[in-house]
């Protein structure tokens, strides 16, 4: 009861890492003991400036430190782009339900992610991989604008591939740089094949648009709406289903979710916008 | 519950204001709003017949207030009890809504709570309705029965008080050599007025009656064109959710004090067009019929499944202040035409 729901605990920057043009990765240590489930978001305050709310990009199994990829969208992600190593910040979280893991166990688990969308997969990632034998398989269908876009490139071209378990398909929206996977919406990549559909959780996360295109994808291939899971971007500000900013139909998508399955949410008017 | 009886209504404000600091209603042109209470007089004080124009949410939530200051922590400490005269049966009802929201929940509102906590309630009956009240049409009846510490009957030569809290009991008794006892005709007197006040209700809002639930013609009507039609008369100004009791979204932003942080908490509006906008410019109801089918959607549907009561306590007071002449009450009556139509030709 003490305890008051808009303070922050303290944090710094630690380290900065440039994963596109227009996102980095900020290396987060609270002064605090601080943990969240995969898929949870926090509200990452810049002091005296404002806050906005991020999913961590890191394996909720590293509770020294956490990894927050931000795109350079507004006026507070651009002031935090302007940070230097050492910069202090404020968090507030975890708030939401993050994805249901253990639900997930049994099953194919299909992943389709977009853009600055792959920094809420990644935790997701790393948590599926700890326990990789719990899954039948984990398939990802990955797009970004370029080869240079894509964030996390080091692992993603690299050591994530190489998984047993896991089977990552890449496709950019235009070739550049000598690039020789598939050119096109990440749809293009998407085939009924990849998964066997009536035991595969489909997780998605992009931007609007992409999320879109993929969720009626996903339908054409007979998935079932409670077997899809959307990643919902709302304007989340207070974190606890009070402000009313973030309300998607019924729900306070950062108390209810951010994770929803289509099932869910369908039935309302302009979810995608 | 005890009962006396005062010819004065100074004789209650002053004992009051002794051991609070005590907020009246005063009247301002022709509508009541919130004042300190001035001991000496020179501000007289009147019985509001009707609710005062000043949702009571502001003493609980405040329009501006500090939500939190870092590095040093903020503490909800500082707040002190206090009193207010003047609230009716819609403002108490209005409480138990925003209780829901800041005080029932697993995530507790503490600045809430606390003024929760600290405030002693002397509510009063409506003497006679407002021509926007439609309180019956959501359960009121215009004189409170519970959620107040005293209650203030108005009959014709003074006042009955009424404890509804063990707070309220324990002023009552601990000042009994100010007030008189009440016989039962005063008490017929006052039954009364409270049935008279009950038929007054009725009749003004017996156009207005609907038969069907508000949540079904509210939710049945997400292809309707009333709400651009009616978004063509407001002008966006907000009033309707700032003056609206229930209506609690708010927006959250940080400023920089000489030597420290802080993060503010202010009243936001659904209405305004920025409200649910995203960093990168998406937004889901650019457009203003969107934003008002919105409101109501909270209101009457989305906010009863969450919680199991209406946000909104027929107070009319969004209707009083909508200078585009928008009226709550004619357009659930349209909602509601419509719905029937659509299921007449089905």
Redesign the interface.
Known sequence: MNKNLYQPINGRIVDIIDESPLIKSFVVVPDEEFSFKTGQFVELTLPGEGEAPFTPSSSPADEEKMEITIMKAGRVTGLLHQCDKGQKVGIRGPYGNGYPVDDFTGKEVYIIGGGVGLAPIRSLFLTLVDRIKDFKSVTCRFGAKTQDDFIYKNTLFGSWQKIDGVEIKLSVDQASNGWDGNVGVVTTILDPSDVDIKNTVAIVCGPPIMMKYVTFKLLEFNFEPKDIYLSMEKNMSCGFGKCGHCMLGKYYVCKDGPVFTYEQIKDYPKIWE | MEAVFTSKLKTLLDAVAEKFLLYVSSKNEDHYIYNKYDQSGKRSVEFNAIRPCAPLKEFLFPVREL??T??K????DDIKPFAVFGLKECDLRSIEILDK??AD???????Y?KRRENMFIISSDCSEPGETCFCNLFGGQGFPQMGFDLNVSKIRDGFIIESGSQNGNDFLINHSQLFGDVPDTLLSERDGNRAALQNQLEQNNQKLKIDAEFKEIVENA?NSEVFDAEAANCIECQACTRICPTC?????????QQDY?A?M?MW?S?MRFG??????G?????VLG?RMK?RL??KF??FL??YGVNMCVGCGRCIDTDIGGVDLREILKKLNEEDTKTKTVK
């Open positions: 939500a939190a870092y590095p922590e903020l503490k909800a929201v800041f929940e697993d995530f507790k509102d503490q600045f709570i997400q609690h979204c708010f927006y959250l932003y940080d400023t920089t942080f993060k908490k936001d659904c409200y649910a906008s995203m960093a990168g998406a937004n889901p109801r650019k969107d919105h959607l909270h549907v989305y499944e969450r």
